[in-house]
């Protein structure tokens, strides 16, 4: 198929998560013989951080204007076989009511960001996408399971709302024999609804542990924030230094935005990242978490740091095993392969039915 994505960024990994899971669904859709464009728009914040300018398995296409994307890449688009708008795109009820109207092939809405989306529009804030757009897109693929896809069916009038989860790359995510330099660690960017999780799930076991090292990665914290002193903090990590910052940590934190929780069924992308390198994963709980990972053996749920200090002090043996059965459960099931499969299934699905059943006919008769 040639198909046409228009993101956030795939260049630039600079505080945000779309870019990690955009490169390696698109990187595997590629290696199935799919024609993909990957077009982005050309913002100043993220030009100076792009850590990679030149993708090697898509077309890259950036564009400074929505008047420039129109002129330049009108016939890309309506001539596509699979066209997808993802959440966060400057502009992009604009841009979707472009590509709805064009497109004359399976348009589709990609929400990374599922749960935010909809508390967006419980508030009328239709930064990216809004109630009527949503009925207009085929389908939309959603970064969150579980009822929240029924939700968009029944309440929004999406024709097919499928999950399409975040996912890892086990070609950048594998297990390495490394020197530990922290008993924890957590990777995100700051955001004041995790900061309390973070504070009491790794600030407080810090200062009860002053012998042991712990860190903090991830930009746009606060300068006024009193990280104990055995807490290194790490501003920027690109995704190319991700696998050596997991594998150097006995366990690994990850925290959830206070939306994902409401919403459920919302695993994130550095999850699957920690799991595939074999780090044991101590998280806060969300419903859903286990139908990804079996608590106590594939993953730790904390409550409080009480929690978190009896994990500590588990024997190498035992967290090492956690650790394993995790990168286990990740590769049969949550590889970037799986879901550029997951995704062609989907737009085959949609490809039997509706307007692009009308397409392809038409097309063939000419």
């Known amino acids: 198929m040639k198909i046409v994505i228009i993101g956030l960024s795939i260049t630039s990994s600079w505080g945000n998560g779309h870019a990690t899971t955009y490169r390696g669904l698109v990187k595997e859709l590629s290696k199935l013989g799919h024609d993909v464009l990957f077009l982005e728009k050309d913002v100043p914040w993220y030009a100076p951080h792009r850590d990679l300018p030149q993708p090697d398995f898509c077309h890259l296409g950036l564009y400074k204007t929505n008047e420039e994307l129109w002129q330049d890449y009108n016939h890309e688009v309506a001539g596509a076989d699979a066209v997808i708008v993802g959440s966060y795109v400057q502009q992009g009820v604009e841009v979707g009511e472009w590509v709805v109207k064009i497109a004359r092939g399976i348009k589709a809405f990609y929400d990374i960001d599922t749960p935010v989306t909809l508390a967006k529009l419980q508030k009328n804030d239709y930064e990216y996408i809004t109630p009527s757009l949503i009925a207009k897109y085929d389908m939309y693929l959603s970064f969150t399971g579980g009822p929240v896809l029924e939700h968009l069916e029944q309440h929004y009038g999406s024709p097919a709302a499928r999950a399409l989860y975040c996912s890892v790359d086990p ?54 924030i009193n990280w104990p002193v055995n807490v290194q903090r790490i501003e920027h990590l690109p995704p190319a230094m991700h696998r050596d910052f997991y594998n150097s940590q006995k366990y690994t934190l990850n925290v959830t935005r206070a939306d994902m929780i409401a919403a459920g069924y919302s695993p994130s992308v550095r999850l699957f990242e920690a799991a595939a390198c074999g780090v044991p994963i101590i998280s806060d709980y969300w419903e859903g978490l286990t139908s990804f990972f079996d608590e106590g053996t594939e993953i730790l749920i904390a409550k409080d740091h009480n929690d978190v200090l009896e994990f500590l002090s588990y024997h190498e043996t035992h967290y090492r095993a956690i650790g394993t059965k995790a990168r286990q459960k990740v590769l049969q099931y949550h590889t970037a392969a799986t879901r550029a499969a997951e995704l062609v299934s989907y737009l085959e699905e949609a490809g039997k039915s509706g307007n692009y059943a009308n397409y392809l006919q038409n097309d063939i008769k000419a």
């Open 171 to 224: 070609e950048q995510y594998y297990p390495e024999s490394k020197e530990k330099d922290w008993e924890l660690g957590y990777l995100g960017t700051y955001s004041t609804d995790r900061q309390p999780t973070v504070d009491k799930l790794l600030c407080r076991p810090a200062a009860l542990l002053p012998n042991s090292s712990f860190v903090v990665a991830g930009p746009q914290y606060p300068n006024q």
